[in-house]
Structures are given as structure tokens and as C-alpha cells.
């Protein structure tokens, strides 16, 4: 389970302040996967990483229950300076996990051959991609947050091993998806909101969100 109760958020700009959050409360509940609808600009980033932990709201409360993973191509947890191998040892033990399953995971999943045991800052962007996306998968979270989709791989057996998992995670997992785009959350959402204003927006169905987001963007 992952609350928000009462949760405001703002920046100040330089010259105005920008409200992501107003006093906004909702849960979303294990076995419930949300999509959130969010125009560019109001904030889906700052609102993916507050329920990550990475952001911490200005007032109100953030309640987790259930194990949460960092927003799907998040930099923040893996350092350049050393290699894949490393980076994943290293972060198995923040995990409290077997840092022998977690590195041998992520080196068949991602495929990187001998780059593998090289320091990402060597890495392009596809080939960090998918060592960070293997890193979640291989972390096997409650709830998976995502910001706007996955990450682009010319690589097509990666994307082949990728998918499966996911599918296969998504039977017993919860998924929260971030984007502008509605068709983008049709293959996740069960539920669906819409974020405008510093106001959050829930419905049952896409289609109903989709219906206030088309009417507040396109009319």
C-alpha cells in the first residue's frame, strides 16, 4: 500500500511559485495498478520520485507499506565510476539481498558481455538503460514506479527477456505509470487519475480519466 495524506508540494521558479500538490490524499492498494495522466509541466517526475522517497513533500504524509522501487531509468543509485558488477553487488546489499543472485541476474539479463565488469560512465545510454532496468527486475518490488515508459533497446533479445518478465511480474505485482500519453498506459493501468492543477483526479476506468484529460487538454 502506498498513501498520500494531505500532501503538498511547490517550487519556486524565480519568478512564481509552482504547485505540483494541493493538499492532495489517495492510496493506491497492492493489486490495483494506476496509470496517472499528466500534461507536461504539471510535475509527473516530481510526483513519481516523492513516492519513490527520492523527493520529500513540503507538508502532509507519505505512507509505504510495501516495498517500492525507484522510478524505472533512475540514475540516482548507480555510480559511474565503477562497473555494472560493482553497482549491483552494492546495491543488493543496501537490499539486504544475495549479492551473488543479484549480479548473476543482471548480467544475464542485460547481456552487456565484457562492458559488464567496465564503469558505466563507459556505457552509451541504451546499454545503462538496461543495466538499470535489469537492476529493478532483478530487486523484485512490490509496487514499480514508472515515469512516462520503458527505455528505448536496439536490443532485440533484450527486449524479448525484458517483456516476458514484466508480463510474468505483472500477474503478482502492482504497477504505478506517469505519462502524457494515455495510450501509453493502456498495456498497465487498471485504474486511472489525472494530475492538473496541484489537484489529483481518480476514476475506476482509463476511459474516465482519459474523458477530463482530453476535455482539460485539447478543449
Not at 27 to 49: C, D, F, Q, V, Y
Not at 64 to 78: D, E, H
Not at 153 to 175: H, P
Request: hydrophobic share 40%.
Amino acid at each position: 500500500m502506498l498513501e498520500f495524506d494531505n500532501v503538498s508540494k511547490s517550487f519556486w521558479t524565480g519568478t512564481q511559485r509552482k504547485v505540483i500538490l494541493d493538499r492532495v490524499s489517495f492510496r493506491i492498494e497492492l493489486g490495483n495498478s494506476l496509470g496517472i495522466l499528466a500534461p507536461n509541466g504539471t510535475g509527473k517526475t516530481t510526483l513519481i520520485n516523492m513516492m519513490a522517497g527520492l523527493e520529500k513533500p513540503d507538508e502532509g504524509e507519505i505512507r509505504r507499506a510495501c516495498r517500492i522501487s525507484f522510478p524505472l531509468g533512475f540514475m540516482g543509485g548507480v555510480v559511474s565510476k565503477i562497473s555494472a558488477m560493482e553497482n549491483a553487488r552494492y546495491i543488493a546489499r543496501l537490499y539486504g539481498l544475495d549479492p551473488d543472485y543479484i549480479e548473476a541476474f543482471c548480467r544475464w539479463m542485460c547481456n552487456l558481455g565484457e562492458y559488464f565488469d567496465q564503469p558505466l560512465g563507459t556505457y552509451s545510454s541504451g546499454m545503462r538503460a538496461r543495466f538499470t532496468f535489469s537492476l529493478m527486475l532483478a530487486l523484485d518490488f512490490d509496487m514499480y514506479l514508472i515515469d512516462e515508459g520503458m527505455p528505448s533497446s536496439t536490443d532485440v533479445e533484450f527486449n524479448r527477456k525484458a517483456g516476458e518478465i514484466l508480463r510474468e511480474r505483472l500477474r503478482n505485482t502492482t504497477v504505478v505509470i506517469v505519462s502524457h500519453q494515455p495510450e501509453t498506459l493502456e498495456k498497465f493501468a487498471r485504474s486511472a487519475a489525472v494530475l492538473m492543477s496541484g489537484r489529483l483526479y481518480m476514476f475506476d476506468t482509463l476511459e474516465e480519466a482519459k474523458q477530463l484529460y482530453d476535455y482539460e487538454t485539447q478543449g
